[in-house]
């Protein structure tokens, strides 16, 4: 249990951190085009954890071992992700000015990875809290919420990357590497 505390803290905390450094700002943005989808994504993640956890069971040491890895393997992915686009990542749906088409280091296989990270720590902690119910009222909001999100930011990287977007799109998957 005392591992699944420190990692919820460890999450809540970078997204925190990540929300207040990396919000695309006036000077540095080129396009902007959220509508909503931020918003929206914390209003299903609040929710979702909420929920989850009222209809929850106690925790199963079976359950934790597949909602562990499952956390952290989705840090390591969302960080890799964040960190690989450096300045070019932004919590908002924006393109800065400097901004070019990532297709290379983990965007070779899926083009939204940290959203895949981000699903499989959601999946890890729905995991953890031993309940079909709460797998459901965290999951499934949370994975509609990122399908959104991408269709928004998909539409903006169509417009300002063109032929090579939809091009990278013809090559590579949404989020899960040769499934979606």
Do not use: C
Request: charged share 15%; net charge positive; proline share 3%.
């Amino acid at each position: 249990m005392r591992p699944l505390i420190y990692l919820s803290f460890a999450y809540a905390l970078s997204e925190f951190l990540l929300t207040l450094v990396k919000r695309s700002n006036g000077g540095s943005v080129k396009t902007r085009s959220d509508k909503g989808s931020l918003i929206f994504l914390w209003i299903m993640i609040t929710a979702g954890f909420t929920a989850g956890f009222f209809l929850s069971n106690p925790v199963s040491s079976f359950w934790e071992g597949i909602g562990l890895p499952l956390i952290i393997g989705g840090l390591i992915i969302r960080w890799i992700a964040i960190l690989q686009l450096g300045n070019s990542f932004t919590v908002d749906v924006a393109i800065t000015e400097n901004a070019s088409l990532k297709t290379d280091g983990i965007y070779e296989r899926i083009r939204h990875p940290s959203y895949l990270g981000m699903f499989l720590v959601v999946t890890g902690f729905a995991a953890t809290m031993s309940s079909f119910y709460s797998f459901l009222v965290l999951v499934v909001p949370v994975f509609a919420a990122i399908v959104y999100r991408i269709r928004v930011e998909e539409k903006l990287l169509i417009n300002e990357f063109g032929n090579s977007y939809t091009s990278y799109m013809a090559s590579t998957k949404k989020i899960i590497p040769g499934i979606y």
